[in-house]
């Protein structure tokens, strides 16, 4: 099985511009979470998908949002960006929204400067 | 709302001795999931061990078990026959059982493994 994926591994955006992660999920998994970690802190959670719809969402502006695609893929968008949004971000997935188990993504560095 | 919290920022074993990380989590829920999940040099989250709290048995993975004190709320990680691969950042993290599989995590705790 497949594990999970996510591209870029860094990205580098200057304050203002817009960005997209992307996030494959595991063979066979429909529920995609997404978290922020910022440097020297546990990640934070953003929101999850399930089946193409937004479940859930943590304390984050709606600057941030995202997409699940029919193949259970996602991307997290981040529009207007801000210096504090400089974290690593880490996708995960799961089958079905009250699995505990969850795989997690390599994520992706971004930097805002 | 649920927090997790970790009062050891970093920590540091000899080889082959035995270490144990703390973590006390506040919640008003009886059904729960906790967790410790290890995070190496490559970023990659990887799930150490998982506790059901309706279960009284403390979790145990090869080298690695927890001390779940419900009442306390309290629950440790105990590696013995420390590795030098065991050498990450490790987090506690919780989940509450219900539908919405999201985790709270702690702020970390480094673990250094001296050879």
């Known amino acids: 099985e497949t594990g999970v994926t996510q591209s870029p591994t860094h990205l580098i955006k200057t304050r203002g511009q817009q960005v997209t992660l992307r996030c494959s999920s595991q063979s066979g998994h429909n529920t995609v979470s997404w978290y922020q970690q910022a440097l020297g802190q546990g990640p934070q959670f953003i929101f999850q998908y399930y089946r193409e719809e937004e479940n859930g969402r943590g304390n984050f502006p709606p600057r941030f949002s995202g997409l699940q695609f029919p193949n259970y893929s996602s991307e997290l968008n981040v529009n207007a960006l801000e210096l504090d949004d400089s974290a690593l971000y880490l996708c995960?997935?799961?089958?079905?929204?009250?699995?505990?188990?969850?795989?997690f993504g390599s994520g992706t560095q971004l930097s805002v400067l | 709302a649920q927090t997790v919290t970790q009062s050891q920022p970093e920590m540091s074993v000899q080889e082959a001795e035995t270490v144990t990380l703390s973590c006390t989590y506040d919640?008003?829920?009886?059904?729960?999931?906790l967790f410790w999940y290890k995070q190496p040099p490559s970023r990659q989250m990887i799930l150490v061990i998982r506790?059901?709290?309706?279960?009284?048995q403390n979790a145990t993975e090869n080298r690695f078990s927890v001390n779940f004190q419900k009442a306390a709320k309290s629950f440790s990680l105990k590696i013995s026959d420390s590795q030098l691969g065991d050498t990450a950042m490790y987090f506690c993290a919780f989940m509450k059982m219900e539908y919405g599989n999201k985790l709270v995590f702690g702020a970390g705790t480094i673990l250094r493994v001296k050879s």
């Open positions: 506790q059901e709290a309706y279960k009284q």
């Open positions: 995960a997935s799961s089958f079905g929204g009250n699995d505990e188990k969850l795989f």
């Open positions: 919640t008003s829920e009886n059904n729960y999931y």
